[in-house]
Structures are given as structure tokens and as C-alpha cells.
């Protein structure tokens, strides 16, 4: 140390306002790493969704495969699968009470299976391109695409008990209350049996549904739908929904599922404004469509992918996936 100069001594500890900064930088470094936390925290619970969480779906789920022809049952709370050979590819299917009625178009078939044993107990010949089928006053009701006509058939005996000249390429076919409406697909028409052309907005409607108190129509070849009052038969408001519209389905509620072959997706409208609900991609040519029993979810069947897909109606969010075999088309979802 040189003479003269003066040992430096340590400064002593700041005190008062100076060590009061000091601390709460200390606290405020400490609290960011929780914050951060927290803010994380509350951004995924803000994902989730409100309310009681939806219950397994369950019962079973009846599927026409096309590549080949056969009827898949698909248990939905355990993912088994039963199915039976079928003389031909299924276009559509009803049930009426243990009986599943299915149109095998290219066959010119109508068969009849036995549920729970999936026994094909009978057959039908009928000529001209079985397609569509529904319930309607105590028979069967299909449409012939080639014969353009509809057939009434007595569900005991097979027996043919009435038949109607109807537009070009009847498709699909809906009852309500007593009447019977079919999509002429070549005629861009719908018909009410007996009663003549309801509404012809063209663009080819394959498929038809009654969704609350409204005839809906998807217009595969326009890319949309066409609502038409049943109250005031002729006035369609016609929705545009996207590529390839195949099926159109009754969600209850006033909702309208469809099933958009084009784009790979189901999406879900309001009847009554025509507006989108919700839209999700769902596979390759997207098909049937079928309501489970207690209304809370959609089951949509991707021919293209071989897979089935069940939805929560109220969000449109898959809670389960299978794999079906031979090309998923027409479904119907039914109890145990």
C-alpha cells in the first residue's frame, strides 16, 4: 500500500427505501415463473369443454358396405363387428322392428335380414334399380332409379300391393305424417307421392330428409341445399354447402346434417335461417349419416377411407373412430 492512501472500506448494507427496491425486484422475479403458470394453466382450461362431459355412445351401428356387399354390425362401445353377405351392394336400409330392409340396387334385390342374429332371411326381385326405401303407411316404399317409379310392398308377404310413375332417377325417399316425398335426381324435382311436384330447384337432389316442420333436399350437382316449408310447398330457400352433397340427414332440433362427398367433410345447419352450425372434415367421400338413439351424437361412415366417425352433434368433435371394412356407405344407428 502506498503512503498516503486510505484503505477503501466496504460499504455498509443500503438501508431503508434502498433495501425495500432491492426485495421486491427479488419478489417480483420470483412471482413472474408463477404467473406465466398460471397463465398457461388458464389458457388450455379454456379449451376444454363447459359443462358435464358427454357419456360413451353405445348401442349399435348398421352398416352397408359397397366394395363388398355386406351388412356390418358395429357394437360402438366395444368397437366389435358382426356382419352378413349380401347378394349384392346396398344403397340404403330401414328397420322395422327386428327387420332391416336393404335395396341392392345393381342386383335388383330388396333383402330383408334378421336382427340380433344378422340372418338374411328373404329376398325380393324387383326390376329397375332398387334405391330408396322408407315406412309409409304400413309398407315398404321404394324407389326404382332405371323403372322410374315407386313401388309399395306389403312387409309379410313381399307382395306388391301399389306402384306410382314418378319423375327421372327416384332416389331417395322420406315419410312424414302420412305423406311420402322422393327425390327425382335426372328431374331436379321432389315429389309428394300422389300429389305431384312439390319444388324443383334442380341440381340433381339425391337425397332427402323432413327436418322439423321443412322438406330438405341436397342438391348434389349445385353444391347446396334446398329447404322448402312443408307449409309452403314450392318456396325454397336454397343454401349453398359445398362440393358433392349426398346426404342429408334430420338431427332434430331444426338441424340438418349433411354429408359432403366433394370436400370430405359433414357440416350441420339451421333450418330455419340456413346458417352453418359447425363443419369438420371427416374422410375420403363421406356418406351415410345416422343420429344415435338419444339424439347427442352423428355417426358419418367415409367410403373412401373405410372408417366410421362418431361426432358430438352439439360441437362436431370426434369422441370415437373405427375402421369398417369393403366401403362404409348407408347407416342406421340402433339400441342394443
Known sequence: MRSGARAQRPSPPAKGPMRAQQLGRLA???????MLLAIVWARDSSRQPSGRPLPPPEGTVLVATLREPALVALDVGTGGQRSVVLPGAAHELLIVGDRVYV?????????????PSLALLRTLRLPGEPHGIAWWEGQLAVSLDRAEEVVAIDPVTLAERRRWRVGETPHALASFAGDLFVAESRSGTVRRIGE?????????????????????AALTEAGALAFVPLAEPGAARIVPVGPRPVRVADLGEGLAAVALSG?????????????LVWRVRVGQLPDGLCRSPDGRYL?????????????????????AEYAVRGGPGACLW???
Open 263 to 275: 370436400s370430405g367433410q359433414a357440416a350441420v345447419y339451421r333450418v330455419a335461417d340456413g346458417e
Open 196 to 216: 305431384g311436384v312439390v319444388t324443383a330447384p334442380g341440381g340433381m337432389p339425391e337425397s332427402v330428409a323432413v327436418v322439423g316442420s321443412a322438406l330438405a
Open 299 to 319: 355417426a358419418v361412415t367415409a367410403t373412401g377411407d373405410d372408417r366410421l366417425l362418431v361426432l358430438d352433434v352439439a360441437s362436431g368433435t370426434a369422441v
Open 28 to 34: 417480483t422475479l420470483a412471482i413472474i415463473p408463477v
Open 334 to 336: 340402433v339400441g342394443r
Open 103 to 115: 335395396t341392392l340396387g345393381r342386383a335388383d334385390l330388396l333383402a330383408e335380414v334378421q336382427l
